[in-house]
């Protein structure tokens, strides 16, 4: 079965670059959740789209913006790229009509030199 | 959001069953009981939900107290590969998953 889809898989950046991070979701799903992990943290929500449109916001930083294209896939865009954001990106896929799980892609490790 | 509470850590021998608690005395009327698990360097994978009956898929099961304040994820034979964090979550409709700090399970050959 097709999963979620991230890329690149791994990602170096200097600090002030910018980066952006790709997920493709599962056929079908209409919602697109994105998440960072850093260090021996927990996953914190950062932001999620319904439809194309911005559903949720968490603790996304301003430096920090997202969108969800026509065919449903999302970017994260990163910019003015700080230390601190070295962590593990993880999008997830959902079917409002599904019970809403979410399936997680293999996430994008993003290092910040 | 209703918090949920889980034990750090855990151990269990490999081919014996787990039971992974789960408290959450402030969960609402519409929350669901999901369960995740995060295994080394993966995303997280869902594991099992329910609302108020028990429930049972090939990877677990999972036993709701009859006040829903507190659950337990039941794996029947742990194997090596069922080592991970898992976490219990709170979830309703297609909100985000808010993870605490879940229940870190070693499995012992």
Redesign the interface.
């Known amino acids: 079965a097709a999963g979620?889809i991230q890329s690149p898989r791994h990602l170096i950046k200097e600090k002030r670059e910018t980066a952006t991070l790709k997920c493709y979701p599962i056929p079908r799903h209409d919602?697109v959740?994105w998440?960072q992990q850093g260090p021996g943290q927990?996953?914190?929500?950062l932001i999620?789209f319904?439809e194309k449109m911005q559903?949720?916001k968490?603790s996304i930083p301003d430096r920090f913006s997202a969108q969800q294209f026509s065919d449903y896939h999302s970017e994260l865009n990163m910019s003015s790229l700080e230390l601190g954001d070295s962590a593990l990106y993880?999008c997830?896929s959902?079917e409002?009509q599904g019970?809403?799980?979410?399936?997680?892609?293999?996430?994008t490790r993003l290092s910040v030199l | 959001d209703a918090k949920t509470t889980q034990p750090n850590s855990m151990e269990s021998n490999e081919e014996e069953p787990v039971h992974l608690p789960c408290n959450h005395s402030t969960i609402s009327g519409t929350d669901y009981i999901h369960w995740y698990r995060q295994l080394p360097s993966q995303g997280p994978e869902y594991v099992i939900h329910g609302l108020t009956s028990n429930v049972n898929n090939r990877m677990a099961s999972l036993a709701i107290a009859e006040d829903r304040k507190s659950s337990t994820l039941i794996l029947h034979r742990a194997t090596l590969r069922d080592a991970a964090v898992y976490y219990c979550i709170l979830h309703f409709g297609n909100e985000k998953l808010t993870f605490g700090t879940g229940t870190r399970l070693t499995i012992i050959p």
């Open positions: 979620v919602t959740y998440y927990d996953p914190q929500f999620s319904y559903s949720d968490g993880f997830a959902s409002r019970g809403n799980i979410q399936y997680f892609g293999a996430g």
